[in-house]
Nanobody
Framework: QVQLVESGGGSVQAGGSLRLTCVGD????????MAWFRQSPGKERELVSS???????YYSDSVKGRFTILLERAENTVYLQMDSLKTEDTAMYYC????????????WGQGTQVTVAS
């Protein structure tokens, strides 16, 4: 069992930046994928970005070139640096983790709200 806690959300003007932080309550082994999802009202949950200790990373087309995911495994922490924010980035952002042989993400944080104003 892994407890994940997100922080760093808030309100920002379009074009601004935010950095989200997700901290695990215990050592997270290197065979875990760490990811950020987001969901806004009326929309399906979307995988924004993921990262594995072996260097593999993924970004959705909607954030590629603007967001950067960073894994600091020694700190049990994953960051999402969000630059050039757009109003359509407004959503609740969730941190998640799964073992790399499991299809679905197993552990979830409580979410942190990001609001981008025009």
């Amino acid at each position: 069992q892994v407890q994940l806690v997100e922080s760093g959300g808030g309100s920002v003007q379009a074009g601004g930046s935010l950095r989200l932080t997700c901290v695990g309550d215990r050592y997270i082994p290197p065979y875990y994928y760490m990811a950020w999802f987001r969901q806004s009202p009326g929309k399906e949950r979307e995988l924004v970005s993921s990262i594995h200790s072996d260097g593999r990373s993924y970004y959705s087309d909607s954030v590629k070139g603007r967001f950067t995911i960073l894994l600091e495994r020694a700190e049990n922490t994953v960051y999402l640096q969000m630059d050039s924010l757009k109003t359509e980035d407004t959503a609740m952002y969730y941190c998640a983790a799964r073992r790399d042989w499991v299809q679905e993400y197993e552990y979830w944080g409580q979410g942190t709200q990001v609001t981008v104003a025009s």
